[in-house]
């Protein structure tokens, strides 16, 4: 599917990540930023807790796109087998790891094809946002991020995927590696003062879109603020 980053209103590009393994606490966020942000990100802590039946819960009757992190990483036959399982909650994205390699990803893309309904976008990550340069030395990856990062998504591209997950720092390369259909969503996003926290490679709202992400992930930054729908309709209006 082709995407026009640019046709992308500014709420659009938003996906609120919700990590919380409460489902009430998920489920009244989700309702109260459902007509500021453009989509709902459910990941590993909230899974993990209430699992298939709490994602239902807390997107019906929300109108939102939903984007599932799971961020699966094992053997061919098994990420293709959980990617089948997750078809029923008709996810618009959902996540692989790209350091599975080729045949993983191959076998995740055509495991996203077997739906009679529209089918999910898969992206895979390529360098977590929350890992810099020595961090990949010590597990063995002598290479700046930017390099694995573009080695990554091209990998990720020639394998069938629809895009990938990257730091704001290397969404520039790779929208110049892979083109402008390939999706860039884009975690490790800090509005102007807020904290930091665990992540390594950060940029504001606006120098991400500026530098051509097409869907920012942002969390904390908008579930810890006191009044959270405030926050996020201050991100939309920095992005308009
Ligand atoms: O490289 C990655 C991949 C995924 N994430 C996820 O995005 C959100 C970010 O939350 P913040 O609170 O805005 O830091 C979180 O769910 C991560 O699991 C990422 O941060 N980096």
Not at 136 to 144: D, R
Not at 176 to 191: K, S, T
Not at 220 to 226: D, K, V
């Amino acid at each position: 599917m082709t995407i026009s980053s640019q046709a992308l209103s500014p709420a659009s590009r938003i996906f609120v990540s919700i990590d919380t393994p409460e489902i009430a606490y998920a489920r009244g966020l989700a309702e109260s930023l459902a007509d500021t942000v453009g989509g709902i990100k459910l990941g590993l802590e909230f899974f993990v807790g209430q699992g298939p039946a709490g994602i239902r819960s807390v997107v019906s009757g929300i109108g939102l796109p939903l984007f599932i992190d799971l961020k699966l990483h094992d053997i061919p036959n098994t990420v293709a087998a959980a990617v089948r399982a997750m078809l029923p909650l008709q996810p618009t994205f959902l996540t692989i790891h790209t350091s599975g390699g080729p045949a993983m990803m191959r076998a995740a893309a055509e495991a996203a094809l077997m739906t009679d309904l529209q089918r999910p976008r898969l992206l895979g990550v390529t360098v977590l946002t929350s890992l810099d340069d020595d961090d990949l030395v010590s597990v063995g990856q002598s290479v700046p991020v930017l390099d694995q990062a573009r080695r990554l998504a091209s990998l990720a591209q020639s394998s069938g995927l629809d895009g990938v997950i990257c730091s704001p720092a290397e969404v520039a390369a790779l929208r110049a590696d892979c083109g402008p259909d390939f999706v860039l969503m884009v975690p490790g996003i800090r509005p102007a003062g807020s904290a930091v926290g665990d992540q390594k490679r950060v940029m504001t709202p606006r120098d991400a879109v500026e530098q051509g992400a097409d869907y920012l992930v942002i969390g904390r930054p908008i579930t810890q603020a006191s009044d959270p729908a405030s926050a996020a309709r201050s991100i939309v209006k920095e992005l308009a």
